[in-house]
């Protein structure tokens, strides 16, 4: 799930990438921080840093999940082979 950048977000370049990458895994949806309870994990991903885990956002609390490991070795892979 990523926001849908009507309101807020940057189209940036790795973001497309997962998105182009995990098409059928991906929804595009406006996110309210009431939803922030019903998170099991949360990363931010930029070109620069890559794909961060997020550990906590005010009181909601996150383990760093499989999904974000998934797409840390995805982007680590694809570095390797550039």
Do not use: H
Not at 40 to 51: A, Q, W
Not at 61 to 72: A, D, H, M, N
């Amino acid at each position: 799930l990523t926001p849908r950048l009507d309101r807020c977000g940057v189209r940036g370049v790795l973001r497309g990438q997962i998105l182009a990458g995990f098409t059928p895994r991906c929804e595009q949806r406006r996110i309210l921080v009431d939803m922030l309870d019903e998170a099991d994990e949360v990363f931010i991903c930029n070109s620069v840093r890559g794909i961060v885990p997020v550990t906590a956002i005010d009181r909601y609390k996150y383990s760093i999940g499989p999904v974000t490991r998934e797409l840390q070795a995805w982007l680590q892979e694809g570095a390797r082979l550039k």
